[in-house]
C-alpha cells in the first residue's frame, strides 16, 4: 500500500508544481495556454522545436524555470515508476485489484481537480497572489505604464514643409529637451523602430513619439 500512497502523492506534488509554475511564465510575460503547454513540454521532458519554445529558452528565468521542471519530472517519473512496481510486485495477491482501484480512482480524482475550470482559476489566483508577494511583483496595465500626466502620451505626428525639426538629426532637433521620445519613423514603405541619433527627419515623416501632445503639436 506504500507504493500507492507514493505514487498518488508524487503525481499531486507534480500537478500543483504545474499550476504554480504556469502562474510563473505567465508572470513573465507568456499567454496561459503557451505557459500551460510549456510546463507540460517540460514536466514529461518532451521537446518541441517551436518559436513558443525558443521564447522559453532564450529568456533567463524561464530557462532557470525549466531546467527545474526536467530535473523534477525526470525524479517523479522514477518514483512514479519505482511506486508503480513495488505496489504490484505481487499481482497474484487479492489485495492488488483493490490497489489498482485506488489508484486509478485517485489519480482521476486529481485530473479532475487539475482540469475543474472554477478551481483552476482559484489555485491560479492564489497562487499568484503568493507569488507577487513573494516576489514583490505588481502587475501595471500598459496605460498606467505610460501615464505621467495629462499632457502626456503616444501620439503620431506628420512633419510637414516648414517643420522646425526637418532636415535635421534627432540628436540637434533637442526633442528630448521638447520631452519627446521618438519610437519609430514611418518614410514611404520604411518603418525605422528606436532610431538613433544620427537619424535625419524629413518632411513627410511619421513619428510615433511618446511625450507631451502640446510640444508634440508645436513640432508638426
Not at 18 to 27: E, N, P, Y
Not at 150 to 157: H, L, P, Q, R, Y
Amino acid at each position: 500500500m506504500g507504493g500507492i500512497i507514493l505514487v498518488i502523492v508524487v503525481v499531486f506534488v507534480i500537478v500543483m508544481i504545474g499550476k504554480v509554475v504556469t502562474v510563473a511564465f505567465k508572470l513573465t510575460g507568456l499567454d496561459e495556454r503557451t505557459a500551460s503547454f510549456q510546463t507540460l513540454s517540460a514536466l514529461t521532458c518532451t521537446g518541441f522545436t517551436t518559436r513558443e519554445a525558443e521564447s522559453v529558452v532564450t529568456h533567463p528565468m524561464r530557462r532557470r524555470i525549466i531546467f527545474l521542471l526536467m530535473i523534477i519530472g525526470n525524479a517523479g517519473m522514477v518514483a512514479v515508476v519505482a511506486g508503480t512496481v513495488f505496489s504490484f510486485f505481487h499481482i497474484t495477491s487479492p489485495w492488488s485489484i483493490f490497489r489498482f482501484l485506488i489508484l486509478i480512482v485517485a489519480l482521476y480524482l486529481i485530473f479532475k481537480m487539475a482540469t475543474h475550470t472554477r478551481l483552476a482559476r482559484f489555485l491560479s489566483k492564489k497562487i499568484e497572489e503568493k507569488i507577487r508577494e513573494k516576489f514583490k511583483l505588481h502587475e501595471r496595465t500598459i496605460g498606467q505604464v505610460l501615464d505621467l500626466g495629462k499632457d502626456f502620451g503616444i501620439a503620431e505626428v506628420t512633419l510637414h514643409e516648414g517643420s522646425s525639426c526637418a532636415g535635421k538629426t534627432l540628436a540637434s532637433s533637442d526633442l528630448s529637451k521638447k520631452k519627446i521620445l521618438i519610437l519609430a519613423i514611418e518614410r514611404d514603405e520604411e518603418r525605422i523602430l528606436v532610431p538613433k541619433g544620427n537619424h535625419k527627419l524629413r518632411a513627410g515623416d511619421n513619428l510615433i513619439c511618446y511625450g507631451s501632445f502640446t510640444e508634440m503639436r508645436e513640432i508638426s
